[in-house]
C-alpha cells in the first residue's frame, strides 16, 4: 500500500474522532479539542501529499525544478513582508500548479511557507500557511481544463486572497477564541477582510502583468525536463 493512502486512512480516523470525542464526558475530552484534531488533520494532509508527489513524480530532474520553484516563491516572499498580506509568491504558486499539475503545485504551495518561515518565524501558523498555500497551487493544477486568458488568472487569484485568510485564520481562532462557535468563527473572518483584500489585490496585479508570461517559460522548462519514451 502507498505511503499517502496509509495516511489517508489515518485521517479519515482521526476525523471521525473529531466528531465522536466532544461527545464523550471524559478527561480525555478537554485535552484533545478541535483545535487539536484541526493541527494533526492538517499536518498528516501535508504528509500524504508530499508522499504523493515522491510516488508521481516523472524524474529526479522535475523533483528538483519543483524544489527549486518552492526556494524562488519562499525568497520572493520575504522582502514584501513589511507590506501587509501583499504576497507575490502567491501568484508564482498558481504558475506552478498550472504547469506542472495540483501534487507538484501543493509541494510548491506548502515549501514556501516552510522555507520563508526559517527568516519570518515558525509558529503554529505555518502549518495553516502550508495547508492554504499548498491548495492554492493544487487547485490550480485544475485550471488546465479551461482556455488560459489573463481574466481567468485574475480571479482565480482575488479568490485565493480570501481562500488564504479564510484557512490561515483557523489557527487562531481555534488558540485564541472562545467558544469555538460559527458567530466567533465569523467574526474572526471579518476582522481580517482588509488584510485578505490586500492580498487580493496583490495577487490580481502579479497574474494580471506576469502570470501569462511566467506560465510560458514554466511550460519550455516543463518540455526540457521531461522524459517520453518512444516503443
Known sequence: MKK???VLILIVFVATGAFITPAVDSPRADFLNWGVFAAILAL???AALFFEFESTAASSKEI???AMLGTIS???RVPFAAIPSVQPCTYLIICSGYVFGPVAGFT???MTALVSNFFLGHGPWTLYQMIAWGFAGLSAGYLRKLRLNRPL???FGVLWGYLYGLITNIWFWTAFIYPLTLQTFIVTQVNTIWFDTFHAIGNAVFL???GRK???VLNRFKERFSITFIQ
Do not use: N, P, Y
Request: overall charge neutral; some cysteine.
Open 4 to 6: 499517502s493512502h496509509v
Open 44 to 46: 498528516l494532509v501535508c
Open 64 to 66: 528538483a525544478l519543483v
Open 74 to 76: 519562499a525568497v520572493l
Open 108 to 110: 510548491v504551495g506548502a
Open 153 to 155: 488568472l485574475i480571479v
Open 208 to 210: 494580471g502583468f506576469l
Open 214 to 216: 511566467t506560465i510560458i
